[in-house]
Nanobody
Framework: VQLQASGGGLVLAGGSLRLSCVAS????????MGWFRQAPGKEREFVAS????????YYADSVKGRFVISRDSAKISVYLQMDGLKPEDTAVYYC?????????????????WGQGTQVTVSS
């Protein structure tokens, strides 16, 4: 199984980025997908998830109203649209997959991880 994340970069505060994660080697429809992030010196934290059907989404309080997660079965991909970015959003963002209806908010309960993509927001 591979999760290939992309779309990170450097952006000014208030700007937008769209992260993408392409999955391979798994039956996409049986996996919940999502994103975590890890800032320097901090633990990896949950950002957003989407159920395997795509009907349910969940967000960390810190990103609600600014980030939107979506999935496209035809492209075997999950996306994270990030608007209104803040300097505190700066982190490496990781794509995650779990063979279940829901992604786990606890990192160790998820099955697969991507390599991470750096997001830097300058003030």
């Amino acid at each position: 199984v591979q999760l290939q994340a992309s779309g990170g970069g450097l952006v000014l505060a208030g700007g937008s980025l769209r992260l993408s994660c392409v999955a391979s080697g798994l039956t996409f429809s049986t996996y919940a997908m999502g994103w975590f992030r890890q800032a320097p010196g901090k633990e990896r934290e949950f950002v957003a998830s989407i159920s395997r059907t795509g009907y349910e989404t969940y967000y960390a309080d810190s990103v609600k109203g600014r980030f939107v997660i979506s999935r496209d079965s035809a492209k075997i991909s999950v996306y994270l649209q990030m608007d209104g970015l803040k300097p505190e959003d700066t982190a490496v963002y990781y794509c995650a997959a779990r063979r279940s209806y829901y992604l786990a908010s606890e990192m160790n309960e998820n099955d697969y991880w991507g390599q991470g993509t750096q997001v830097t927001v300058s003030s």
